[in-house]
């Protein structure tokens, strides 16, 4: 490994602080003035409710063809982001390290009594930092936690398009590659088009923004979950870059049978079906509680908890359809290396987490209308195994 090589990557130029800013900047105001749906989010504790406009779609596409036209009139190379990645990812590291500080030191200095902006502070340094202080504050009218959940998003996709150029440029574009961009580009559109559902999820509704949701969003979302792009044909100081970014490049092209590839399919096809199904059934029930759950009145746990369709089967079984939909993210690649497989083997990890803070969150909050529900729906993630 060139040592040196890699420490003068690591600092930020002043081109990748800029692509960042623009990005930054197109994104801020794309939210705020074009056309969207507002959807009202959840009612917080205090009664008040804040509402998002819904239109990260109108924004991802017009972006994308910004960025096309930009290339055919020689303004911008779709191979900016791959060239440049790991310029990037220090840079947005950097600003996330930054906005942490100025989050954390805002909250601590509210005075506000209402549920988004009312201080929690533990007096616990690492805790607050890391958890923080404040559930949704904003900057110019702009929620700044669905701000970086869509900036996330979309830097994932905007990868993953970067090193498409790049390997159509090199000529290496496989069926791998293929299938695995398909899968994502349908992933992270579908995100888009059901962007509303995303105001009730736990992110949004119970966690504060705190450093591990600001470096989740910007950093660990775009830069990780692209791990399984693969390509070829580059030169020894492009591919470590890559490699130290987090993007695995093949220097041989996977071979992907027939039945493979319809098995991958497949795998994406199930995963998705449960995790867009299971997210729909509860966002649908959260605004209508009454509505028809696969052609049936709802079974409703204390009138409270959702226990019909996907929610009679598993308690998160949105989490069941998320790992499968990682999964097929990973197939594409083969069984030659585990480095393509970090993504579902951490998205694992962390949902198991995540379900047990749930879990004990909603011990505390439902009771003994919980404990009902845990009887009548006894499998967390995996139906007859956890």
């Known amino acids: 490994m060139d040592l040196g090589f890699l420490l003068q990557s690591l600092i930020p130029s002043w081109n990748s602080v800029a692509v960042l800013a623009i990005y930054f900047a197109y994104l801020a105001v794309a939210g705020s003035i074009l056309p969207g749906k507002l959807v009202p989010g959840v009612t917080l504790q205090d009664g008040s409710r804040l509402h998002y406009r819904c ?190 970014v987090g993007w695995w490049l093949l220097n041989n092209k996977v071979e992907l049978t027939k039945a493979a590839a319809i098995a991958n399919c497949f795998v994406f096809l199930i995963g998705y079906l449960v995790f867009r199904g299971a997210n729909k059934q509860k966002h649908i029930f959260k605004k209508n509680p009454k509505e028809l759950i696969w052609g049936k009145p709802p079974k409703v746990i204390g009138g409270k908890l959702l226990a019909s369709g996907y929610w009679g089967i598993a308690r998160h079984s949105n989490y069941l359809g998320d790992l499968l939909l990682a999964l097929s993210f990973s197939l594409p690649c083969g069984i030659s290396s585990p480095i393509p497989y970090f993504y579902p083997i951490y998205l694992f990890i962390l949902l198991v987490w995540r379900e047990r803070r749930d879990e004990a969150r909603c011990s505390e909050k439902y009771k003994d209308v919980w404990a009902e529900y845990c009887r009548l729906v006894p499998w967390r993630i995996f139906p007859y195994l956890y």
């Open 55 to 244: 239109n990260g779609l109108l924004a991802l596409v017009l972006l994308v063809g910004l960025l096309g036209i930009g290339s055919k009139m020689n303004f911008v190379s779709l191979t900016v982001i791959s060239d440049r990645g790991l310029e990037l990812l220090s840079a947005t590291f950097i600003f996330s390290f930054l906005v942490m500080l100025v989050l954390y030191a805002a909250g601590c200095r509210s005075r506000s009594k209402g549920s988004s902006l009312k201080p929690h502070i533990t007096g616990n340094l690492i805790h607050d930092w890391w958890y923080g202080v404040q559930l949704n504050p904003q900057f110019m009218g702009i929620d700044l936690k669905f701000f970086f959940v869509r900036a996330g998003m979309m830097g994932w996709l905007l990868i993953n398009l970067s090193i498409l150029a790049k390997s159509v440029q090199d000529g290496s574009l496989s069926l791998s590659m293929i299938l695995y961009q398909l899968f994502c580009v349908l992933y992270i559109l579908d995100y888009f088009v059901y962007e509303e559902y995303m105001t009730s999820t736990w992110d949004i509704i119970a966690e504060r923004l705190g450093f591990m949701l600001v470096f989740g969003d910007l950093v660990w979302i775009p830069f990780t979950f692209s791990i399984q792009a693969c390509t070829n044909g580059l030169d020894r100081k492009t591919l470590l870059v890559h490699c130290i």
